[in-house]
């Protein structure tokens, strides 16, 4: 069975972070497991308190994942210090981690702000080098590219600032047009564009933290990077159909929108 390592916050809701990246990985058919940056006392209406871990025990996670289950993909997530961050990236370099897929979480979708403004420039510096592929949203594309983007047009011009800037390949994720829900992927010089149909489901809590771990699920299981986006882009469609709606604010998706058999049944 593949593996894959999920290095980011914990959600106290279940729908983002850590749970959301352990579902996805689940459901998309590899062995998960965690490397956990903080705890987040969270639910669907904000983020109410974090606690990080210190640089040192998140060390001691990294070497205790890697020297005995290694991970076939790295998927990263929260991460809110410059500390942090550089204990990852040093762990990254000496065990030669491979299919690290960087989600560069700077803002939760219920609007709280998940890293310190002064760990974005550690962010770029010590792990967007390190990444297979980044995947911002629009506004984290904005702040990582200095640029404005209201049209497909500045989409693609942001993407290959970012790409060329750090020789990484960049998923620019456009839900946060209003028109769409098409995806730009930047790799090796060529852009290519990944259409998708807006789902009217309020109810979006998670999304890029599911979208980044499908991708690292599936770069595990061997899948190209184009194909693996693919892949991921139709998982996350589905568990955004179930329209699930739990909570008073931008609740969870139904990561087991797929999930059959016996042990899914419910009680009649």
């Known amino acids: 069975m593949r593996t894959a390592l999920s290095i980011a916050g914990s959600d106290s809701s279940g729908g983002a972070g850590i749970q959301a990246d352990l579902k996805t990985m689940t459901m998309n058919g590899v062995f998960a497991m965690t490397a956990i940056t903080a705890l987040t006392a969270q639910n669907t209406t904000g983020v ?25 993909a790295v998927k990263i997530g929260m991460v809110s210090s410059p500390e942090l961050i550089r204990t990852i990236a040093e762990r990254l370099r000496f065990y030669h981690a491979q299919n690290i897929v ?89 852009l290519q564009w990944f259409e998708g149909a807006r789902i009217q489901n309020p109810n979006t809590h998670g999304t890029g933290c599911t979208l980044s771990s499908a991708i690292a699920a599936n770069l595990a299981k061997g899948f190209s990077l184009p194909e693996s986006v693919r892949r991921a882009k139709a998982y996350i469609s589905g568990a955004l159909a179930a329209m699930l709606d739990l909570g008073q604010g931008s609740g969870p998706m139904n990561h087991a929108w797929t999930l059959q058999g016996t042990f899914a049944e419910e009680s009649d």
Request: with cysteine; proline share 6%; aromatic share 4%.
């Open 102 to 190: 960087v989600d560069p979480v700077m803002v939760a979708t219920s609007g709280s702000r998940l890293i310190r403004p002064e760990a974005v420039d550690t962010l770029t510096k010590e792990l967007l080098p390190l990444a297979l592929v980044v995947t911002p949203n629009i506004p984290e594309a904005e702040l990582l590219s200095g640029r404005t983007i209201h049209s497909r047009e500045e989409m693609e011009t942001a993407a290959k600032a970012i790409g060329d800037a750090y020789g990484c390949a960049v998923l620019l994720k456009g839900g946060h047009s209003v028109q769409d829900a098409n995806d730009l992927l930047y790799a090796g010089g060529t």
């Open 48 to 72: 109410q308190a974090i606690q990080e871990a210190t640089p040192t025990f998140l060390a001691q996670q990294l070497d205790a994942v890697f020297t005995d289950i290694r991970p076939d």
